[in-house]
């Protein structure tokens, strides 16, 4: 970890031109807690770090005209999860962002490192999938939206182009009737990676689905929207048949690695038993909404 | 062309201010020194403890603006203007304990002692924070921080004791 030139700019403008500049030898710092240890273990070696929590759009969070949220890809979860609204708008997403890590991690540790560190089980992933969060994300050409299902390309790999830079978050606004919620499965209760992610987001209208998401995430070499598994939902009244549909759904959609954490065979079984059990959760939440 | 040299930062330095358990102190530092090596290296703050070096043991926990984090995750240059205190900035000047310090000592709560200065950063964090109400809270928003010897039981009853007391905000 030596040799390396650090940058704190004020604007996006000046954090676009230098990362650009860099042309591949530059990272973005958020909250560092997986660019250190990546350092530290010499998986990456930057030139030049660019630090961008002072600038303020990265940092803020915003409620929208429409009703929405617009998160700066740097806040952190704990700053997130202080938010007056947000939690209650979105308790899912919510839920998903503070799984990172521990309290101390929540301190520096942001939705948008996770997203960008691009690891098939990061947390707020699935969740952020579900709740159909859309990030603006900006490069030396200027800015350009897209789905949050589309930043990652594979393990520590994302679609944003050379130079580009994520900036934020948009959620959309909630009808009546919404709930979300986001489940994961690790062998003990706190600090682990997950094996199997869920994330799940729906409307009811009088007991009956008339939207609904699914993220699934650590079953794959991406974090996946499993289209499927909302069609299966949608139209229903959340019985028995509509929500094994849709966990096997999730068990189909299932690409997942055998490794320490889990098996083929039971990280397939665990997305249709974590499904069923995030839609029971959304369901209670949205029943109350 | 001046004859008299300035003093000046080495190029790859940055310089920041910080200040350190009430003191500020303006540091030039190179950018990929952590908080956590400036404080035990350059500062001689040994009290904060690198344990895994990689946020996962919560040995290093300092306060940073009042809130728990990592400092072995944190580089010192992103802190430019912020506050931290370390387990040597807890108590009063007149050698008064800080009450967590206090009920650690009561209970019994540590053995070998080197995640004692992280665990007790991150109890006073846990109390500001008041998001815990019983034990089995204590234990999950402590899980940041990992005891080796296993003193967990004591650890959860002295940050019940501070708690019963009423507690005494972070500083």
């Avoid at chain 1, 999860?81 to 947000?86: I, K, L, N, T, V």
Wanted: hydrophobic share 40%; glycine share 12%; charged share 20%.
């Amino acid at each position: 970890m030596t040799d390396i030139r650090y940058l704190a700019p004020r604007t996006l403008d000046e954090a676009v031109g230098a990362f650009a500049a860099a042309r591949g030898a530059a990272r973005i710092l958020a909250g560092g807690t997986d660019l250190l240890v990546q350092m530290r273990a010499g998986a990456v070696r930057p030139g030049l770090i660019v630090d961008i929590k002072r600038i303020a759009e990265m940092t803020s969070i915003e409620e929208t005209a429409d009703g929405g949220f617009r998160i700066g890809a740097a806040v952190s979860g704990a700053v997130l999860g202080e938010h007056p609204r947000f939690g209650q708008v979105w308790p899912g997403v919510l839920e998903a962002v503070n799984l990172i890590g521990s309290t101390q991690v929540q301190g520096r540790a942001s939705p948008g490192g996770n997203l960008c560190n691009a690891s098939p089980a990061g947390d707020s992933v699935p969740a952020m999938i579900a709740a159909d969060a859309v990030v603006t994300v900006q490069g030396p050409d200027g800015r350009r939206q897209m789905p949050v299902a589309a930043v990652p390309a594979g393990p520590g790999r994302t679609n944003l182009a050379p130079g580009e830079i994520l900036v934020s978050f948009t959620l959309p606004p909630r009808p009546r009737g919404a709930g979300d919620a986001y489940l994961r499965m690790i062998p003990r209760t706190e600090m682990d990676i997950a094996v199997v992610g869920c994330g799940v987001n729906l409307t009811l209208r009088d007991g009956t689905c008339t939207a609904a998401r699914v993220g699934l995430g650590a079953v794959a070499p991406t974090v996946l929207l499993v289209g499927e598994a909302g069609k299966a939902l949608v139209g229903s009244r959340l019985d028995a048949a509509a929500i094994e549909a849709a966990a096997a759904a999730c068990r189909a959609a299932c690409r997942p690695i055998d490794d320490k954490r889990g098996t083929i065979a039971y990280r397939t079984r665990i997305a249709g038993v974590l499904l069923k059990r995030t839609v029971g959760i959304a369901a209670d939440r949205a029943g109350r909404a | 062309m001046p004859t008299q040299a300035t003093p000046q930062a080495e190029p790859d330095r940055v310089t920041i201010t910080l200040t350190v358990n009430g003191k500020p102190r303006s540091l030039a530092l190179e950018p990929w020194t952590t908080l956590l090596d400036l404080l035990r290296e350059e500062l001689g703050l040994t009290g904060t403890k690198k344990g895994c070096d990689h946020g996962q043991c919560g040995a290093c926990t300092v306060l940073l603006d009042g809130r728990r984090v990592n400092s072995c995750l944190a580089l010192a240059v992103m802190q430019d203007g912020a506050s931290v205190t370390t387990i040597e900035g807890l108590a009063a000047a007149d050698g008064t304990l800080h009450p967590m310090q206090t009920a650690f000592i009561e209970q019994d709560a540590f053995q070998c002692g080197y995640c004692t200065p992280g665990q007790i950063c991150s109890a006073i964090a846990l109390l500001e924070e008041d998001h815990a109400q019983n034990p089995d809270e204590i234990r999950e928003l402590m899980s940041g921080n990992i005891c080796r010897c296993g003193a967990y039981p004591n650890i959860v009853a002295a940050i019940e004791q501070v708690m019963a007391s009423g507690g005494e905000p972070a500083p």
